[in-house]
């Protein structure tokens, strides 16, 4: 989702147990087709003002976790958090960000391809030094940047099922990022299986 590696974080190897307790966790967080229905409804509403959302969210999220800047290499030397809210690259990452919560959020209905993505996007963040610990933060935020937004419409139930949402995201992103971390192991093992660079220079 944008993030850029910092060469902070290190890069950690998961064991067979923490793939299957990743998978786990997926599984336990089920939404009911009442509560896909309840955040289908309120993306409604959220998607008016998307922008907004996801500038407050990130700016919370460094407020709240100011060492996750540290994934930024453009933000993390930043500590006015106040210039940011009008700082286009975190405008356009929290856009991006968005975007990918809209596009969970209408494959709710079609779990292989809301895992298809999740995954992917986990695996991704492997190589943006980002690490699962950082994910469930993102849903936490966002939580608390669209209650003002939808103000009486916003119930325990439809928080409730938020958070489910989130978490089972952030449970396939997290299996995403041990795939990707095992499989880079297994190349740093076998160096035989790794691409041949100078046949695909151009």
């Given at each position: 989702m944008g993030c850029a590696i910092s060469g902070l974080a290190t890069k950690t190897?998961?064991?067979q147990r923490d793939r299957e307790e990743a998978a786990a966790a997926a599984a336990a967080a089920h939404l009911s087709e009442e509560q896909v229905q309840m955040i289908k409804d309120s993306w409604k509403v959220i998607r008016?003002?998307?922008a907004k959302v996801g500038i407050i969210m990130f700016v919370r999220l460094f407020e709240t976790h100011p060492e996750c800047k540290d994934v930024f290499f453009l933000f993390r030397d930043v500590q006015d958090l106040e210039r940011l809210?009008?700082?286009?690259?975190?405008r356009a990452h929290g856009l991006?960000?968005?975007?990918?919560?809209e596009k969970s959020v209408a494959r709710l209905d079609q779990p292989?391809?809301?895992?298809?993505?999740?995954?992917?996007?986990?695996?991704?963040?492997?190589?943006?030094?980002?690490?699962p610990k950082y994910y469930n933060y993102v849903g936490t935020e966002f939580i608390c940047a669209v209650q003002p937004i939808l103000k009486e419409r916003w119930t325990a139930?439809?928080?409730e099922a938020w958070k489910t949402m989130f978490q089972y995201v952030?449970?396939?992103?997290?299996?995403?990022?041990?795939?990707?971390?095992?499989?880079?192991?297994?190349?740093?093992?076998?160096?035989?299986?790794?691409p041949d660079k100078k046949?695909?220079?151009l």
């Open positions: 190897e998961f064991s008016d003002d998307i809210r009008t700082n286009r690259e975190l991006r960000v968005m975007s990918f919560i292989e391809r809301l895992e298809a993505l999740a995954v992917e996007l986990g695996k991704s963040h492997y190589h943006y030094n980002a690490p139930e439809l928080e952030a449970s396939l992103m997290r299996q995403g990022y041990q795939d990707e971390s095992a499989r880079q192991s297994h190349l740093a093992a076998s160096p035989k299986d790794r046949n695909t220079a």
